[in-house]
Nanobody, 127 residues
């Protein structure tokens, strides 16, 4: 059974940092693009960051560019999101996702391109 399990969320003050992890099990995702999405209160799910299978190609939404860093350790089958300079508007459930294996070393930002989803981890940023 394929599982993506996020961890590392919590309550932090504005300006603080958190590091999210997404541990995959059931299959390897070393050949698949992966990404982080978030869904804030009353908002639709939106892409935050994405990475190619090697990690060399990355994407960030404008709202997090320069503050968040996506990375992956394919030897551990784990995806990370380092979040710095957090703002109250970053408050959301953060969800990791994985696509299908591909020979292309490119990221994808479309949610319907992802086949596997975690349950999410809550991040709350207080002002």
């Amino acid at each position: 059974q394929v599982q993506l399990v996020e961890s590392g969320g919590g309550l932090v003050q504005a300006g603080g940092s958190l590091r999210l992890s997404c541990a995959a099990s059931g299959r390897t995702f070393s050949n698949a693009p992966m990404g982080w999405f978030r869904q804030g209160p009353g908002k639709q799910r939106a892409i935050v960051a994405a990475t190619s299978r090697s990690g060399r190609s990355t994407y960030y939404s404008d709202s997090v560019k320069g503050r968040f860093t996506i990375s992956r350790d394919n030897t551990k089958n784990t995806l990370y999101l380092q979040m710095n300079s957090l703002k109250p508007e970053d408050t959301a459930v953060y969800i990791c996702a994985a696509g299908s294996s591909t020979w292309r070393d490119t990221y994808t930002v479309a949610s319907d391109a992802y086949d596997y989803w975690g349950q999410g981890t809550q991040v709350t940023v207080s002002s």
